[in-house]
């Protein structure tokens, strides 16, 4: 998997975006929901994101935590870059940019997106792109938990499969997606601390990175898969 492939799997979770955490969160609605966990996102607050999750059970709330963790990195990253970088200049520069640019473009899916509601479940079906038809990665689910809507924590990041993992083994794990944001973390500094200047100078820098990361927790070059939809570091061998 290429450093550019693995920031597209980040980012397509991070398919939500907003310009500031609301002053009050607005769970009542799924709608509600969805714009106040984008706002959290983008916002970088993990425990904002986290309240707009469904989960249960220890380890599957430690493991929302960690993939919400690696997703608001990957925004601090991409707000970083953009702002530093100018217009990024190759395709996987794009496509990291694209997490902290998503907001305006969710706006307007948005306000076509198609609500379901069947008792305590709910799904947000968003326009699809011109050209195609919704398929399966169009759709959110949600949860009413109480009186709030969240999003469907058990759906987003398949925590069922969670549930079968030896408990050593989601450490490790838990400590691979981690170290993953704390690259990505590291790679903002970089780019604010004039090291990294160029897109092509930061796509050598997070690759070089994601590799230390992976040779620290002796994946052999296989990154860890925490059971996100998409949104943790996808199991395969790194290419440059």
């Known amino acids: 998997m290429s450093v550019r492939s693995f920031l597209v799997s980040v980012t397509a979770v991070t398919l939500l975006g907003a310009s500031a955490v609301h002053a009050a969160a607005n769970l009542k609605t799924p709608l509600g929901a969805l714009r106040t966990y984008a706002a959290a996102i983008h916002a970088q607050s993990v ?12 380890r599957e709330k430690a ?17 970083i870059a953009v702002a530093k970088l100018g217009p990024p200049t190759s395709r996987g520069g794009k496509e990291l940019a694209s997490a902290s640019s ?13 609500v379901r509601i069947k008792g305590t479940e709910a799904t947000v079906t968003m326009p699809a792109p011109k050209g195609t038809t919704a398929g399966k990665t169009g759709i959110l689910y949600f949860k009413k938990v109480g009186t709030n809507w969240k999003i469907d924590g058990e759906r987003l990041f398949h925590l069922d499969a969670v549930k079968k993992i030896p408990a050593k083994a989601l450490s490790q794990r838990l400590e691979m997606s981690d170290r993953m944001a704390g690259a990505f973390n590291a790679a903002a500094k970089d780019i604010q601390t004039g090291k990294v200047k160029t897109w092509e100078q930061l796509h050598n820098d997070i690759y070089l990175k994601m590799m230390a990361v992976m040779n620290m ?6 990154p860890a898969n925490n059971g996100g939809a998409g949104g943790g570091p996808a199991g395969g061998g790194m290419g440059h």
């Not at 690696?70 to 601090?76: D, K, S």
């Not at 998503?102 to 198609?114: L, N, V």
């Not at 927790?217 to 296989?222: I, N």
């Open 47 to 58: 425990p904002h994101a986290m309240a707009c999750v469904s989960s249960t059970g220890k």
């Open 217 to 222: 927790g002796g994946m052999g070059g296989a």
């Open 63 to 79: 493991v929302v935590k960690s993939m919400l963790t690696m997703m608001v990195a990957n925004e601090h990253l991409s707000k």
């Open 102 to 114: 998503g907001y305006k473009a969710m706006q307007t899916k948005i306000k076509h997106a198609t």
